[in-house]
């Protein structure tokens, strides 16, 4: 069994700054994927970032480019979101996910609301 605890969500104004904080625990494979997913109010679930243990790639959602940052750390299962200048249209709630096995082993966090103020 794997657990996912997020932290760090809240009230930020647009232009800001927040981190999100994602610790697993239990049977996590040394090999798997963390990343982010966020679904706003009356919107299907989104990818936003991942990146892979196995050698630190990652990968983006359009939207955030250049404004969010994926990091981990691979020996505390760890996965980090760092958010610059978020906009109000980041508003929702963020999950963390943490997959291996070509998705066969996937697991997820209870969410974080992040709410962007203008």
């Known amino acids: 069994q794997v657990q996912l605890v997020e932290s760090g969500g809240g009230w930020v104004q647009a232009g800001g700054s927040l981190t999100l904080s994602c610790a697993a625990s239990?049977?996590?494979?040394?090999?798997?994927?963390m990343g982010w997913y966020r679904q706003a109010t009356g919107k299907q679930r989104e990818l936003v970032a991942t990146i892979a243990s196995i050698n630190g790639s990652t990968n983006y959602v359009d939207s955030v480019k250049g404004r969010f940052t994926i990091s981990r750390d691979s020996t505390k299962n760890t996965v980090y979101l760092q958010m610059n200048s978020p906009k109000p249209e980041d508003t929702a709630v963020y999950y963390c996910?943490?997959?291996?096995?070509?998705?066969?082993?996937?697991?997820w966090g209870q969410g974080t609301q992040v709410t962007v103020s203008s």
């Open positions: 996910n943490v997959y291996w096995g070509g998705r066969r082993y996937n697991y």
């Open positions: 239990g049977s996590v494979f040394k090999f798997n994927t």
